[in-house]
């Protein structure tokens, strides 16, 4: 079988879905590496690194479609609505799409993509179980971010995080608060740990806790029954409008002791929940800085404006987007590791095997035969269970 890796056509995306160095683990099992020209170039890999590592380079896009039994991308047609449109007619009936997808908010393209007979598989959807540790981009791309966000918050914060001892007397620590103790919010705990910051981290599910701990990091502990605050997989679960306003009162008054806020929650498929207000904001000092990594989704902060730093009475609130993006070279990589590994789960004689028995197939597969086969992604359209698989 031939993968083939097309170039990214999301705006400002620089990642790419398979870097030089997980070329050959798919070509040790039999498979066939076809790259579109210039589709690593972005991320540090040349052309010439990808056919030194065993890989095919292409003459056009369109032969990358044409050759390819799977085709690996960061951003399918649902995770890149706009630009990725232009593929459908690249793509041909029983050919296995596999990337990001946004399959519960993307469903026309999700429809689209079944009528063309495409079997599309959501990297979104890895269940979060041992055996599919390896497969995880969304953990992966969210350990960056995470990292990433607390570089951004340094270099808008117009003072340095650590303490410091000086002749010119001492230099108070930053305070920073993460908001979240998801994967993203671990890391941005870690890493503003790493910069000397004083760390808090606040998060609904209190088995995060020990988490935020085991950092080195203060917990905020809010008096809300949370018994529901987590689904089978991990995730926070959307909570009643009571629920957040409630968490708003109680946690404003840590968030203006904060110099810094990184905001990380979210709930897969849903809007982004706004814990921080407008008032919350007004009583930040000036020079303070939210970092939202949720601006995606609607923003966790009611100031929060998607790619955009907005000035609130000196306080800044920055809304990036697509922020793995900003650090391609490691993104790609760990991304192309965990694609390779999914894909190498379901290839077997030579072929990319779909079977419904197994977990991993059953939870990630969205369309396939004409269908949007995926329970919870029919769920989320309002379409009646299916007998597919």
Do not use: W
């Not at 890493?191 to 995060?208: H, N």
């Not at 020079?287 to 902060?301: K, P, T």
């Not at 990319?352 to 028995?357: A, F, N, R, W």
């Amino acid at each position: 079988m031939i993968i083939g890796v097309p170039k990214e056509t999301y705006p400002g995306e620089r990642r790419v879905a398979l870097v030089p160095s997980s070329v050959p683990p798919l070509t040790k099992k039999g498979a066939e590496v076809l790259i579109e020209p210039g589709a690593g170039a972005k991320a540090g890999h040349p052309d010439a690194d990808y056919e030194k590592a065993g890989a095919r380079v292409a003459a056009s896009r369109a032969e990358v479609f044409a050759a390819a039994g799977a085709v690996f991308q960061v951003r399918t047609a649902g995770a890149n609505p706009e630009a990725g449109a232009a593929d459908y007619e690249l793509l041909r009936s029983g050919q296995a799409l596999i990337g990001f997808a946004e399959p519960l908010t993307a469903a026309r393209e999700m429809q689209e993509l079944a009528r063309r007979q495409v079997a599309t598989l959501a990297l979104e959807l890895i269940p979060r179980i041992s055996r599919a540790q390896s497969m995880d981009a969304l953990s992966s791309m969210a350990t960056v971010s995470g990292y990433k966000a607390v570089l951004l918050a340094a270099n808008l914060f117009g003072r340095l995080f650590p303490m410091m001892m000086t002749a010119a007397g001492t230099v108070a620590p930053a305070r920073l608060l993460v908001v979240g103790a998801g994967v993203a919010g671990l890391q941005a705990i870690a890493t503003g740990r790493r910069l000397g910051a004083l760390v808090q981290g606040y998060d609904i599910r209190p088995a995060a806790k020990l988490e935020v701990e085991s950092l080195g990091a203060k917990f905020v502990e809010l008096p809300l029954e949370t018994k529901d605050a987590a689904d089978s997989g991990g995730y926070a679960k959307a909570q009643s409008a009571d629920f957040y306003r409630r968490q708003q009162e109680l946690l404003g008054d840590t968030v203006a002791k904060c110099d810094i806020v990184i905001a990380t929650a979210a709930v897969p498929g849903k809007k982004a929940p706004v814990l921080i207000t407008e008032e919350m904001v007004a009583r930040m000092a000036p020079g303070s800085v939210i970092v939202d990594l949720a601006a995606e989704r609607g923003g966790n902060c009611a100031c929060t404006s998607p790619g955009e730093t907005v000035d609130r009475k000196g306080v800044l609130v920055h809304g990036p987007v697509n922020l793995a993006s900003e650090v391609p070279h490691t993104a790609s990589q760990l991304y192309a590791k965990n694609i390779s590994a999914f894909f190498l789960h379901l290839f077997k004689d030579g072929a990319v095997q779909l079977s419904p028995e197994d977990e991993i197939t059953r939870e990630t597969l969205v369309t396939r035969g004409g269908e949007v086969v995926n329970p919870k992604v029919r769920e989320a359209f309002g379409l009646a269970a299916s007998d597919a698989a």
